[in-house]
């Protein structure tokens, strides 16, 4: 699979909000390149007890 689809923003209505490469999405500053950066900043976050 080389395309990469954002669909992720629960008001879409389930319609495909960005569709293109990975690199592309990046690049335009929109829902996929936030959820990307979201995902990233995530990484390693651990829930305290």
Same mark, same amino acid.
């Given at each position: ?19 293109g ?5 990046? +690049?335009?500053k +929109? ?6 950066? +979201?995902?990233?900043?995530?990484? +390693?976050w651990?829930?305290?007890a």
């Open positions: 699979m080389d395309k990469a689809t954002a669909n992720v923003d629960p008001e879409n209505e389930n319609r495909i909000v960005q569709k490469k990975h690199e592309e999405l990046i +690049g335009q +929109g829902i996929y390149h936030d959820f990307v950066l +979201g995902r990233k900043e995530a990484i +390693g651990k829930r305290e």
